[in-house]
């Protein structure tokens, strides 16, 4: 029992672990801080930031307020999803590419069955390819709010967080009308989809678009010509189409630079060349720049809407194959054959030819893309994600280099990334 | 022309330029891919790269072929390119031998290869000669092992608690694209 009426102990720097030290060695000569003026200094960012929406460490040398020196360390978040996947069947792999961009979890689900409906060679209906779009776009509206309004929040303004987070409320009670679920949906499925449109869906999401309109005029109307936030913006974090392009980057932080390369328009799915669209560009690459992209896609992410909701047409939503899909639950509980058919299809899974394939889908921060391996058997030999936002994150050393401390929080935030995509 | 034209043209220009060091070119699902010998790999990227100009490296893919058909060599290393421009799809793959895990980085040729080959570099083992930071990247920098390799165990966890300094991460120098106006 220790003695309660002793002294407290008095610790002192040589007391707590060593492991603890940022590679500041002054501070075990009895705490001696360096002179400011003339030494360097080193700060550690994150990886638990209010303001790195995610998990990841910039660890930065100062010369003054400048940033001398970066380094990045990201994996904070790494949960083994390339691993955990080779044992699982390629129908189970689906909840998990929810959890890689949780901010939109369709898109990555279509783009994972996109992928493997191809190696299964199997054309989905018309009626689950336009009811794809449709969520890949309402989804992809999403994900820009959540970027645009927490990139803002971070640089100081708080209310068009609420302006935007308020119309995707509504968008999201639209996406659970459909699925059941806010985060993560597991909605579609090898060779269609889980079940149909609820009744009046169309309406509510046609109800809901009217609303969004209004959203982003508040937000524009506050921060486009905004001279705070075009100070903080605009000229921070500027990148080349060349060397963004050099450094892996798709997406709306690609076409921030002037490259209007958007997987929609140059290798079309699911009718995307029927939808009349355009893709918005920008022209400095800069934080600035990415923002307004962004935000100019949600409109165009309307149109696309607007057009396709018109043009689903009636008919089944799963491919006719029996190996890949569930029978209806009418025939198992009444006919043996569909009891076996639907026994068959959970124990032995979809079971593609052996071979690779790489398919790459647009979604909302650039080109996603799976890697897949088979071996013929019922389970992937390996699939490989490749995230975008992992090879914008290996640009921002490059990005904030030169720059400021709290140009760190603005670039972060425009180059929208997950950390749940980024470590898979 | 079709995509599939173009990336015919692209490995019959290969082909014929480097000759038997290109092992083999497969044709899976309208993509090509060229199966290279480790020795040519950083010329057949690069070739690619300033010739017939793939600006984007996709993905660096390490695979681990302990268990797939047919066998080659223990690991495979492929690298996913795309060209803005022409819009077209191609790939390279080099088998790895388990005695020998050098191969020449291509970071070089994009900057995007540092990361994409540091992920390969920790989940399969590759060994990339000239990497500017071969360092574990999204597993923790005590962890040992590489575990995407199939005879890893799937629940291999390790204990690891201590934090990295990131002193080597601070002073690689990083610039702008190869090649470019901005190289740095």
Known sequence: MPDKNAAPKQYTSKDFDDDLDFGHDDFDEGLTLPDINTEPMYINIGPCHPATHGTFRVYCKLDGELIEKAGVDVGYLHRGFEKIVETKQYGQVIPYTDRLNYCSGLVNNVAYCKAMERMLDLEVPDRTQYIRVLVMEIQRIMDHMICVGTNIVDIGALTNFWYFFNAREKLNDVIEALTGARLTYSYVRIGGLAWDLPDGWKESVKATLKEIPKAIKDVTGLVKKNRIFQDRTMGVGMISTEDAVSYGWTGPCLRSTGSDHDLRKVRPYYHYDEVDFDIPVGANGDVYDRVMVRIAEMEESMRIIEQVIARVPDGPINVDDKMVVLPPKEKVHTTMEGLINHFKVVIEGAQPPAGRIYDATETPNGELGFYIISDGTGNPYRIKVRPPCFYTMNALKFLIEGGMVADIVAILGGLNVIAGELDR | ?184
């Open chain 2, 1 to 184: 022309m079709s995509d599939k034209k173009r990336a015919q043209k692209i490995a019959d220009a290969i082909q014929s330029k480097f000759g038997d060091a290109v092992l083999e070119i497969e044709v899976a699902y309208d993509e090509f891919v060229a199966v290279v010998d480790k020795a040519i790999v950083h010329d057949v990227l690069a070739d690619l790269r300033w010739t017939h100009h793939f600006d984007l490296l996709l993905d660096v893919v390490g695979v681990d072929c302990m268990e797939l058909e047919p066998f080659r060599e223990r690991f495979e290393v492929e690298y996913i390119l795309y060209a803005m421009k022409s819009d077209t799809r191609f790939r390279v793959r080099t088998p790895v031998p388990e005695t020998d895990l050098d191969v020449p980085t291509a970071s070089d040729l994009w900057q995007s290869a540092n990361w994409g080959e540091r992920e390969a570099y920790e989940m399969i083992g590759i060994n990339f000669v000239g990497h500017p930071c071969l360092k574990r990247l999204l597993t923790h920098h005590e962890f040992v092992g590489h575990p995407l390799r199939k005879d890893y165990p799937v629940m291999g966890g390790q204990w690891c608690s201590s934090t990295s300094e990131m002193k080597e991460e601070l002073e690689e120098s990083q610039g702008g694209a190869p090649g470019g106006s901005s190289a740095g």
